[in-house]
């Protein structure tokens, strides 16, 4: 049973350009998130996808998007990257309950991503 | 950005000690869930609590859901040097389907 899997393990860019991160999702999952992780903190929700569509998102700014594919792997997108975006971005991926959240998620082991 | 309040916030034990953490939240939830996150990794699921006063046990992990819907507890028994990691709870709110991560427990523990 395939885990959640994250590319690449790490990446190095410098202030102002565009990143890409990938993800994808335990076998038999639907739903993925996205947190980012800085230094010595928890994680902070950045969004999720469902359907192929954003379903809810955290306060961060237009600069992240993402994007889900049909087959339930999805892509989050960083433009204009500033030093303060230097971080540990997770994927995690659930399974969608029928009736209301209370989705289990599952973490792949996350992207290192260094702004110089 | 918003964190739930976990504690301790560090802790050194001896190997054989059994371990207590706690994490509060000041809005209602309605799931828990407990992680253990290596250093460099990701987080990996040790317990998912979905109702007030659930108890729920994975080897020598227990956590309860507290019946206020605003807390959660996490207790590990007779520690072993394994058990070295930081520690996050995590909750979902009503009609939300974002987690909200605690500040993490630090565990060291010593041979």
């Known amino acids: 049973d395939a885990g959640v899997t994250q590319s690449p393990t790490h990446l190095i860019k410098t202030r102002g350009q565009q990143v890409t991160l990938r993800c994808s999702p335990k076998s038999g999952h639907d739903t993925v998130s996205w947190y980012q992780q800085a230094l010595g903190q928890g994680p902070q929700f950045i969004f999720q996808?469902?359907?192929?569509?954003?379903?809810q998102r955290g306060n961060f700014p237009d600069r992240f998007s993402g994007h889900q594919f049909p087959n339930y792997s999805s892509e989050l997108n960083v433009n204009a990257l500033l030093l303060g975006d230097s971080a540990l971005y997770l994927c995690?991926?659930?399974?969608?309950?029928?009736?209301?959240?209370?989705?289990?998620?599952?973490f792949g082991p996350g992207t290192r991503l260094l702004v110089l | 950005g918003q964190q739930l309040n976990q504690s301790p916030q560090s802790m050194f034990i001896q190997e054989g000690e059994d371990v207590s953490m706690n994490c509060t939240s000041s809005s209602i939830f309605n799931t828990w869930l407990w992680y253990k996150q290596d250093p460099g990794e990701g987080p990996v699921l040790l317990i998912a609590l979905y109702k007030a006063g659930e108890l729920t046990s994975n080897g020598r992990l227990t956590a309860q859901f507290g019946i206020t819907r605003k807390d959660s507890f996490l207790n590990i028994s007779a520690s072993i040097p394994s058990d070295v990691g930081i520690y996050f709870c995590?909750?979902?709110?009503?009609?939300?389907?974002?987690?909200?991560f605690g500040t993490g427990t630090r565990l060291k523990v010593l041979a």
């Open positions: 995690a991926s659930s399974l969608r309950i029928q009736r209301g959240p209370r989705e289990t998620q599952y």
């Open positions: 996808y469902y359907e192929e569509e954003e379903r």
């Open positions: 995590a909750g979902q709110g009503v009609g939300t389907y974002k987690y909200i």
